[in-house]
């Protein structure tokens, strides 16, 4: 009788055991050095074919943006090789063009052409040089802030850490959320100004000597009135400015210092004086404090985990300033203290530690003693337990060792395709951990039964192949025709799902290579026979498996009526029930969720139009405090000048029982009594779950204080 495929791949390799063995060991080899050479990094950043470009023309009409700004940009746009469509909207004072790329080409080179001959363009005066903006889901790697009430020192530790931040190679951008600037007041005196017969001008011109920017904010006159000049600074220190030589009017009066005729003050002060401020926790302290946001990007395809360590070890090492971090707590909030807020490596950490912990299990996030229950749960112990209890301790080592080694396919084909272990690869390596047990279960307990009954090695292996590989087969192929369908969507969610069949169908494949050239050589030396053996391979089975075979073998005799109606109850069952969850809301469609009890919140809102600035300030400081009351919170700190914040947990372990669902309400519910009548409106949520909680798909807000406009 001719065998199938499956039993003659497996006859091949065990009539050839030095090429299987060679094989393995090029396995392992392959396995173990693409692990270890993979970087971690963030989500993956998909290639957005598209160029938004942005230009302001203060003051003019729709009308004419569009003859004097939007049509020449079209006009040059619309010749350069690559692209592919493009729409324009010109609306008051501002022209906006998206300009799409052909499929295929160098998105790169495309922009930089398109930026070209945007710059040979001439635009009447007073348009502002045309913006070209790349889209990107990208947020920066490391996000941390410089606390504290002395905005001089603030400025002296920004300065000092974006020096050696950028000496970092592979450092990409630092920026702040808002400039701390350093800023030079002269406030001149009427009299000293009149007796030395020195202009104003005079002034302005000694300083513009020293490359100072003049002026930041100068609507005053000096005809018989004290007057102040407020400009941007440089590192010309105080001394020097004060000791600038003025020249009077009149020629035979001796030059005089600045200092003789005016005050000289150097200040600190974030730009228009917005100033942000985060909220701290450190042990039983937390404190608001003014803060130098910064947003830290890194360089692509570097190792994100070195880098982050490097730049922690810079940031907890600043002299006089005290580190702040979810690792670090440094006791006190005094003086001038470093918070970091996040990194995009401490979410990939936790991604790889989850894979890990799938694998070969680790303690529970929780601070009772069951915490160490979560050693005995990992996907190796697992199997290893149940072989054990069914089969034999051999088989449950044998079976063990297949997880990783099926694993490893994915490493293998991820690293030598160029990709890194990013978001979605490591989210893929926990969801396909389940997938690639199976196949070593079978094939291990097929050979465990021809064992039983009297064969043994390479005959046991091959019968046991014969009787199940065909099975293992069509599970494998049907695994992988379910992941097939992420690699082929198109647009942008096509590049990011696509790294989920890279990772998972490579694995898939390996769970059924792995038993069939490797785990029947192993199983057919190494497995012995059980108490239970006989010559009956049916009656050697658990109670249980012959009870399954009897009733099975019930229906399959029975009439096709009955079998048909045994499968529309088993469908009727399964949709009823799926049917009552979602009508009862226990299940719900949503774009992308995550647990109830994350570890971070979104605090999001607007202010009134009307509402000045200094107030917007002064009500970001209050919003602050009012979420730091919550004692379940480690940090708040602004994501925009705005109103949007990004809010730490505790850890859960540390929360006990209080979910981060109810934290959220109970946030909501103190801003709104703080500050609801201040704010046009506010929202918190957990962070990346699902869409907005109103029962609308789309909300529309309509803002005026006055009620009878917006009725």
């Excluded at 065909?470 to 942008?492: D, R």
Aim: some cysteine; overall charge negative; proline content about 4%.
């Amino acid at each position: 009788m001719k065998k199938n495929f499956n039993y003659r791949i497996a006859d091949y390799f065990l009539g050839r055991r030095r090429l299987m063995l060679l094989s393995l060991a090029l396995l392992v080899l392959l396995g173990v050095a693409s692990t270890m050479l993979l970087k971690t990094t963030g989500f993956p950043q998909p290639d957005f074919r598209a160029v938004f470009i942005q230009t302001i023309y203060p003051g003019a009409s729709a009308e004419t943006v569009a003859e004097t700004v939007t049509q020449p940009i079209e006009g040059v746009v619309k010749s350069v090789a690559g692209v592919s469509t493009y729409q324009s909207t010109s609306s008051n004072s501002v022209s906006f063009i998206r300009v799409d790329l052909t499929e295929g080409t160098d998105t790169t080179s495309v922009r930089s052409d398109i930026d070209a001959a945007i710059s040979s363009l001439e635009f009447p005066e007073g348009v502002q040089a045309p913006q070209m903006i790349s889209p990107t889901i990208e947020g920066p790697d490391i996000a941390f802030s410089i606390a504290g009430e002395n905005l001089e020192e603030l400025y002296r530790v920004y300065h000092h850490l974006e020096q050696l931040l950028n000496e970092i190679p592979e450092t990409a951008s630092v920026e702040q959320l808002v400039e701390l600037e350093r800023a030079l007041v002269v406030q001149t005196r009427q009299a000293d100004v009149l007796r030395t017969g020195v202009s104003y001008q005079e002034v302005i011109a000694q300083l513009s000597v020293l490359s100072e920017t003049l002026p930041v904010a100068s609507n005053l006159t000096i005809d018989a009135k004290n007057q102040a000049v407020l400009t941007t600074l440089g590192d010309s220190s105080r001394d020097a400015i004060a000791s600038l030589e003025l020249r009077a009017a009149t020629p035979r009066t001796p030059a005089v210092r600045l200092e003789d005729v005016a005050t000289v003050d150097i200040i600190y002060r974030f730009v228009d004086n917005d100033t942000p401020y985060i909220g701290v926790r450190s042990g039983d302290t937390s404190a608001v404090l003014p803060a130098v946001v910064v947003f830290v990007k890194a360089a692509d395809d570097i190792e994100l985990a070195e880098y982050t360590e490097r730049v922690e070890e810079l940031l907890a090492h600043v002299e006089g300033t005290r580190f702040v971090s979810p690792q670090h707590d440094s006791g006190e909030l005094t003086g001038t203290v470093i918070v970091e807020h996040f990194t995009n490596n401490q979410f990939n950490q936790q991604q790889v530690s989850e894979v890990v912990t799938g694998l070969a299990g680790g303690p529970l996030d929780t601070e009772s003693g069951i915490r160490h229950v979560g050693w005995v749960l990992g996907g190796i112990q697992l199997v290893f337990l149940v072989m054990l209890a069914f089969v034999s301790w051999r088989a449950a080592l044998i079976s063990a060792a297949a997880i990783p080694l099926s694993l490893v396919f994915a490493n293998i084909y991820v690293y030598f395709t160029g990709h890194d272990l990013n978001t979605l690869v490591l989210f893929s390596l926990v969801l396909v951990i389940g997938l690639v047990v199976d196949p070593a279960l079978v094939i291990l307990e097929s050979i465990q039964r021809k064992i039983d009954v009297g064969m043994r090695g390479s005959v046991a292996a091959l019968a046991a192949v014969d009787d199940v590989g065909m099975g293992l087969f069509l599970a494998t192929l049907t695994n992988v025709i379910v992941f097939v369908p992420f690699g082929v969507i198109s647009g942008y969610l096509g590049e990011i799902f696509a790294y989920i069949p890279r990772t998972v169908i490579p694995a898939t494949i390996g769970s059924y290579v792995v038993p069939l050239i490797f785990l029947v050589w192993v199983g057919g030396i190494f497995l012995k026979p059980s108490r239970r053996h006989g010559n009956d391979e049916i009656q050697n089975l658990w109670w249980i498996s012959r009870w399954l075979i009897r009733v099975n073998s019930r229906i399959l005799r029975s009439s096709a009526w009955i079998r048909v109606g045994i499968i529309v109850c088993a469908m009727a069952v399964s949709f009823g029930v799926v049917g009552y969850f979602f009508r009862t809301g226990e299940i719900k469609v949503v774009q992308f969720a995550s647990g109830v009890n994350a570890n971070f919140l979104d605090l999001n809102g607007e202010f009134f139009t009307d509402t000045p600035l200094a107030e917007r300030v002064e009500l970001r400081k209050e919003i602050v405090a009012e979420v730091m009351d919550n004692q379940a919170v480690a940090d708040v700190f602004p994501l925009t000048n705005e109103f949007s914040y990004f809010i730490s947990l505790k850890k859960a372990r540390e929360r006990g029982d209080y979910r981060s669902i109810d934290i959220k309400d109970d946030v909501y519910d103190g801003l709104e009594e703080r500050v609801g009548s201040r704010v046009f409106e506010f929202s918190t949520r957990v962070d990346f779950v699902g869409p907005p909680e109103e029962n609308f798909l789309i909300t529309l807000a309509l803002k005026n204080q006055e009620a009878a406009v917006l009725s």
